[in-house]
Antibody
Framework: QVQLVQSGAEVKKPGASVKVSCKAS????????MHWVRQAPGQGLEWMGI????????TYAQKFQGRVTMTRDTSTSTVYMEVSSLRSEDTAVYYC?????????????WGQGTLVTVSS | QSALTQPASVSGSPGQSITISCTGT?????????VSWYQQHPGKAPKLMIY???KRPSGVSNRFSGSKSGNTASLTISGLQAEDEADYYC??????????FGGGTKLTVL
């Protein structure tokens, strides 16, 4: 069965960086793109970007360009999302979600979420 | 890219039907059938409920249906049940090869 397992909660100071991982299993890792989505406390979902695990190419939401980096490790079927220059507004739950073009570009499987807290 | 527009809240009694709208532009909702809907219960990850505007994934109740007209997509839930109380989000692919979410709608079952 498809599973996306994310790394644990993080607490960071303003200005620091955080790197969240998402380990995939139960399917061919390089056959499906992976999204990253975040949700601030009490707020809605916000699309951050997407990575192609096969070639490593990425597309980021304009808001996050220059501050977010998505990478992958095909040997461990893991994707990573790093946010730099953290500020309090980056406090959120970060999700990875698999893109299925066979389901018209929908996000068919989600990780459990990783809470990142930015506080001095 | 601006978020798609959804009503902040809707409500209905058990057994009734409700509809949640999702308004975008000719560069996203109006341009593609890559519109999907997600249900999110508190503290949980979102769950795919509708994809390709109208299709249901395996295991999703046929009480959930989707449609689209122009730049507005809609999610209808018929025969409301207590377990349907949740937040609902639409999303669409865009002409910039990105995705955009709606602001979310809180459904209350009275």
């Amino acid at each position: 069965q498809v599973q996306l397992v994310q790394s644990g909660a993080e607490v960071k100071k303003p200005g620091a960086s955080v790197k969240v991982s998402c380990k995939a299993s139960g399917y061919t890792f390089t056959s499906y793109y992976m999204h990253w989505v975040r949700q601030a406390p009490g707020q809605g979902l916000e699309w951050m970007g997407i990575i192609n695990p096969s070639g490593g190419d990425t597309t980021y939401a304009q808001k996050f360009q220059g501050r977010v980096t998505m990478t992958r490790d095909t040997s461990t079927s893991t994707v990573y999302m790093e946010v730099s220059s953290l500020r309090s507004e980056d406090t959120a739950v970060y999700y990875c979600a698999r893109l299925d073009w066979g389901l018209a570009g929908s996000f068919d499987y989600w990780g459990q979420g990783t809470l990142v807290t930015v506080s001095s | 890219q601006s978020a798609l527009t959804q009503p902040a809240s809707v409500s209905g009694s058990p057994g009734q039907s409700i509809t949640i709208s999702c308004t975008g532009t000719s560069s996203d909702v109006g341009a593609y059938n890559y519109v999907s809907w997600y249900q999110q219960h508190p503290g949980k990850a979102p769950k795919l409920m509708i994809y390709d505007v109208t299709k249901r994934p395996s295991g999703v109740s046929n009480r959930f249906s989707g449609s689209k007209s122009g730049n507005t997509a809609s999610l209808t839930i018929s025969g409301l049940q207590a377990e349907d109380e949740a937040d609902y989000y639409c999303t669409s692919y865009t002409s910039s090869s990105t995705w955009v979410f709606g602001g979310g709608t809180k459904l209350t079952v009275l």
